[in-house]
């Protein structure tokens, strides 16, 4: 069946309905990709047939979300979780009385006036396997993967399980790498680590609580977080605020 070649999170009936609906409202002449962890899942889970933990969906447009964003409005999606400068979220339940976030499709959408999505991709993706983009329409293509964009390196990484550091854009970049570390990732060198770790001292309170939350739910707990940190060559307690403050 042609469904079982999609992109795996286009398994799932309701989220590939409401995909429909998000690619239905792309304004004429307006190009938008699927960015990010959705595309690295979705290659991960085709070479490996494992599926790694996903919230949301990320796209990107080259220029203003305005008009995408009204048709999504039209369609009955809300705006989500807080928007940032560049960054507008809006999501859809897909079942009526929908109250958890799985219960939810969330699309994170990205913008700038950078058209080129490769030079977008090469300046924001924190980290290689980040680095990839997908025209939105093609989620609906059984060889979807033949239209992917990527950084240098990005599907070898993944092919061989392996962080590689890209961009240093985030300061909880670290704690990407643990959690990646957790589902089977080597980790990244340590002197590539140690960009991301210094990042770690820009973390504000809220990120910090809100960042460990999803290491210790996908680490199984702070000890084991702890051990994939020494791992990494990584001596201080990076889950301390205490700790962190003093980097």
Not at 179 to 205: D, I, M, N, Q, Y
Request: charged share 30%; glycine share 6%; proline share 4%.
């Amino acid at each position: 069946m042609v469904e079982n070649k999609l992109p795996v999170f286009m398994h799932d009936k309701k989220t590939n309905e409401i995909f429909r609906e998000v690619v239905s409202c792309i304004p004429k002449k307006t190009k938008i990709h699927l960015v990010g962890g959705a595309i690295r899942n979705s290659l991960y889970y085709k070479y490996f047939k494992k599926k790694l933990p996903s919230r949301d969906y990320d796209v990107y447009i080259g220029g203003s979300p305005k008009k995408f964003i009204s048709n999504l409005r039209k369609k009955g999606f809300v705006y989500g979780k807080l928007n940032r400068k560049n960054e507008r979220v809006v999501k859809k339940r897909k079942s009526t009385g929908a109250k958890e976030l799985k219960d939810f499709v969330f699309i994170d959408i990205h913008f700038s006036a950078e058209k080129n999505i490769l030079k977008s991709l090469q300046k924001n993706a924190n980290f290689t396997i980040n680095g990839f983009a997908l025209p939105l329409e093609k989620v609906f293509s059984g060889d979807w993967y033949k239209s992917i964009i990527s950084v240098k390196n990005a599907e070898k990484d993944i092919r061989n399980r392996q962080i590689s550091v890209n961009a240093y854009i985030h300061p909880a970049q670290l704690y990407a790498c643990v959690r990646f570390v957790s589902h089977g990732f080597k980790p990244p060198t340590e002197k590539e680590a140690e960009g991301p770790f210094h990042l770690l001292k820009k973390l504000r309170k809220n990120q910090l609580k809100r960042n460990l939350r999803k290491v210790f739910e996908q680490t199984g707990g702070k000890m084991k977080a702890r051990k994939i940190a020494k791992r990494m060559g990584i001596k201080e307690d990076i889950f301390s605020l205490k700790v962190i403050k003093t980097l």
